[in-house]
């Protein structure tokens, strides 16, 4: 195929829905040479996870119109013309005077229509459109610093999970795609989300306790050393967002933000997670976070915690 020839176009059935896919043959990923095809047979292979990961929230779009070498778009809003089927929230930037119908996923046909805008990553917030204002998941982001080893980013899991027990609370972890790990915990919404900020940065604060050598709570990232591990508490604010689990990173290698086991942290390497490989785990294991909506968990305690210490919003 001639360099800048247009391969056609395909039509799928996913769901009740039919989506077309324009230019399948583009390759996104240069590294490993998959295409915009394959990064839709990937999302569909993991339908479920990914729309478990997004039902219900308003999520940002990371779109790559000519791959992931290419320019990142960061798109909020739909833009005119999508399907009428296609859900939508609104969200609110007072700050700004404007708002926006951010995607809403409900099903896997959601998920396709985005790839086939271009969507490589997918962002949501951490809140659902029944009360956008009050989050119903806490993220608990394990940043490493540009010299931090992956062993740093394994012990503060570790000890991250430990704290978690002492709560009473069970957390589900998951590579980022990149350098480091995220762990999910279901709250009960009843907290704004400077509340929610509040009480992950009481817990950041006890694992930094805990591990002082290893792990930070410093905001400024100059005064940080470059090889310890930042809990990154303000991925917790209003407004933002983080890799969803089954999300393809922008990368060329084509990682995946993957959910695993406790029992897997020692031993995953998460630049083995990609959407090569992703799909197979997934029809071996099903989704990891299945039951991550069974319990959500009050934050009162981690509250009391962070009036202990005289932590402001």
């Known amino acids: ?27 996104y990923f240069p590294a490993r040479g998959e295409t915009k095809l394959d990064l839709v047979n990937y999302y569909l292979s993991v339908g479920e996870g990914i729309v478990r990961a997004l039902r219900e929230r308003p999520c940002m779009l990371h779109r790559f119109p000519s791959g992931v070498s290419g320019e990142k778009v960061h798109q909020k809003r739909v833009p005119q ?7 939508t929230v609104r969200v609110d930037f007072p700050r700004y005077g404007r708002h926006a119908y951010e995607l809403c996923v409900t099903e896997p046909a959601s998920v396709i229509w985005a790839v086939q805008m271009s969507t490589v990553e997918f962002h949501p917030w951490n809140s659902r459109r029944a009360d956008t204002e009050r989050p119903d998941e806490w993220r608990i982001d394990l940043d490493p610093m540009p010299r931090c080893e992956f062993g740093t980013v394994r012990r503060a899991a570790h000890v991250a999970r ?6 009473g609370m069970v957390g589900w972890p998951k590579t980022s795609g990149g350098q480091g790990l995220h762990i999910y915990v279901r709250i009960e919404a009843r907290w704004g989300f400077s509340e929610v900020r509040r009480a992950a940065l009481a817990f950041a604060r006890e694992v930094e306790r805990r591990a002082p050598r290893e792990v930070t709570t410093e905001w400024w990232r100059k005064d940080r050393d470059p090889t310890m591990l930042f809990v990154d508490y303000n991925q917790n604010a209003r407004d933002h967002t983080i890799a969803s689990a089954y999300s393809v990173r922008g990368v060329p290698e ?21 959407i090569a490989t992703v799909p197979g785990r997934f029809a071996e294991f099903g989704d990891l976070h299945a039951g ?22």
């Open 81 to 87: 013309g999508a399907p009428p089927w296609l859900e």
């Open 162 to 167: 430990e704290v978690l027990d002492e709560l």
């Open 1 to 27: 195929m001639a360099k800048d020839a247009k391969s056609p176009a395909v039509e799928l059935e996913v769901g009740n829905r039919t989506v077309r896919i324009s230019n399948p043959d583009r390759v």
């Open 292 to 313: 991550i909506d069974d319990v959500a968990y009050s934050l009162d305690p981690l509250l009391e915690w962070a009036d202990r210490d005289g932590l402001e919003s």
């Open 254 to 274: 084509a990682t995946v933000s993957t959910p695993i086991t406790w029992d897997e942290i020692d031993d995953v390497d998460p630049r083995a997670c990609t």
